[in-house]
């Protein structure tokens, strides 16, 4: 079945150390998106991705960072310079510009804890 | 700049009432609005979205919303609560043509009472 695979689905991570998430799509779609999720803030965007090699920053990107090598992948690493890191991260793709109308889809959620 | 205004962190109705979630959006140009539903430590899930066609859209679950451009609005309605339908809801706005970030609301979660 086609989707967005998130792993892992839970992380517990001690203060200065970084983490990587994982998200992979077998959708066949090029852009690629980063969100965070807090209690009661909604949905901020960290990292988006438009095709592969090329990324842009969203509204709250300070701290973490990206690589697009494949067009199935999107990591996101939570640095050490994230003052606040504890949050539910998901993934989320959409298919090309003029052959959707801004339709994500989104993968399970990976809630990273930092201890 | 486009945002989305949800009115109401919390609604709670009861079984077979009438479910109403409010959602205001600002943006420059003719918007795309979207309705997810979220189920606790799960993804979002679209319910419905407009794109500039008919006014009013028909979702997933029975879930419909009216574009009411004059009010700046794209409120969620379902005749008849299930107790199924308790999740957080998230209104979003796109300004793009399909490949632009969307800009979420901070969510509405639902309560049914049985």
């Known amino acids: 079945d086609g989707g967005i695979t998130q792993s892992p689905k839970y992380l517990f991570r001690k203060e200065g150390q970084n983490v990587t998430l994982s998200c992979e799509q077998n959708l066949n779609h090029d852009a690629m998106y980063w969100y965070r999720q807090d209690p009661g803030q909604g949905l901020r965007l960290i990292y988006y991705s438009q095709i592969v090699n090329d990324f842009q920053k969203g509204d709250i990107a300070e701290g973490y960072s990206v690589s697009r090598e494949k067009k199935e992948s999107f990591p996101l690493t939570v640095t050490s310079a994230q003052k606040n890191p504890t949050a539910f991260y998901l993934c989320a793709s959409s298919s090309p510009v003029g052959m959707n109308t801004g339709e994500l889809f989104f993968g399970e959620g990976s809630r990273l804890t930092v201890l | 700049a486009q945002s989305v205004t949800q009115l109401g962190s919390h609604v709670s109705v009861s079984e077979g009432a009438l479910v109403l979630l409010r959602c205001n959006y600002s943006s420059s140009v003719p918007p795309y609005l979207f309705w997810y539903v979220q189920y606790p430590n799960q993804g979002l899930q679209l319910l419905l979205k407009y794109t500039s066609a008919a006014t009013l859209v028909k979702g997933i679950n029975g879930f419909e919303a009216e574009f009411k451009k004059s009010e700046t609005s794209f409120h969620l309605t379902k005749p008849s609560a299930h107790m199924s339908d308790a999740a957080e809801y998230f209104c979003?706005?796109?300004?793009?043509?399909?490949?632009?970030?969307?800009?979420f609301g901070t969510g509405t979660r639902l309560t049914i009472i049985p």
């Open positions: 979003a706005v796109s300004e793009g043509f399909g490949n632009e970030k969307l800009t």
